[in-house]
T-cell receptor, first 115, second 116 residues
Framework: NAGVTQTPKFQVLKTGQSMTLQCAQD?????MSWYRQDPGMGLRLIHY???????DQGEVPNGYNVSRSTTEDFPLRLLSAAPSQTSVYFC??????????????FGEGSRLTVL | AQSVAQPEDQVNVAEGNPLTVKCTYS??????LFWYVQYPNRGLQFLLK??????LVKGSYGFEAEFNKSQTSFHLKKPSALVSDSALYFC??????????????FGTGTQLKVEL
């Protein structure tokens, strides 16, 4: 049971570089999301998707892009990395919500350092 | 808007003693409430949720939480703490009326330390 798989686990970037964090889930979940975790700030929602072809912004979307071409994959792109984007990034998925709201399933995280 | 407050950055408890990790929430309508646990260098793991019905919710590893609508609280409890319970605990909320899938808002987390 793979669940939610994130790659890479660790990455070091220089300011201005771009990169993509990959996220894949094998549970046929409609809903996928990206959070960042920073000390003292908990988890903050970056972007989310309720299905293939549908994405929307969360609480802290600036500097990040997402796309959802398939149900399984939800990559997060950093267009021009900044030191403020140094963080641990988590991908999470679930069924779409509504009256059958279930829990989010999280990946193991991707630790990003921007120098 | 929805929000969660976890007023304690850290909770220390002796093994065998009961533990409580506090959480209060704010939503426009009625809430869905969750507790998650995070062990070092790992993702968050689901512990329990309140959707509707009984105010006392039982979850994994002997944890339970009590929903109190009048106090807008959802405190996590365990009758007898174990050293292995030491971890970072997050409370999360979603307003039932919020569209856009399953957007959870998380608190800042409470570090639980259980000592021998």
């Amino acid at each position: 049971n793979a669940g939610v798989t994130q790659t890479p686990k660790f990455q070091v970037l220089k300011t201005g570089q771009s990169m993509t964090l990959q996220c894949a889930q094998d549970m046929n979940h409609e809903y996928m999301s990206w959070y960042r975790q920073d000390p003292g700030m908990g988890l903050r929602l970056i972007h989310y998707s309720v299905g293939a072809g549908i994405t929307d912004q969360g609480e802290v979307p600036n500097g990040y892009n997402v796309s959802r071409s398939t149900t399984e994959d939800f990559p997060l792109r950093l267009l021009s990395a900044a030191p403020s984007q140094t963080s641990v990034y988590f991908c999470a998925s679930s069924y779409a919500g509504g009256s059958n709201t279930g829990e989010l399933f999280f990946g193991e995280g991707s630790r990003l350092t921007v120098l | 808007a929805q929000s969660v407050a976890q007023p304690e950055d850290q909770v220390n408890v002796a093994e065998g003693n009961p533990l409580t990790v506090k959480c209060t929430y704010s939503v426009s309508g009625n809430p869905y409430l969750f507790w998650y646990v995070q062990y070092p260098n790992r993702g968050l793991q689901f512990l329990l949720k309140y959707i509707t019905g009984d105010n006392l919710v039982k979850g994994s590893y002997g944890f339970e939480a009590e929903f109190n609508k009048s106090q807008t609280s959802f405190h996590l409890k365990k009758p007898s703490a174990l050293v292995s319970d030491s971890a970072l605990y997050f409370c999360a909320v979603r307003d039932r009326l919020t569209g856009g899938g399953n957007k959870l808002t998380f608190g800042t987390g409470t570090q639980l330390k259980v000592e021998l």
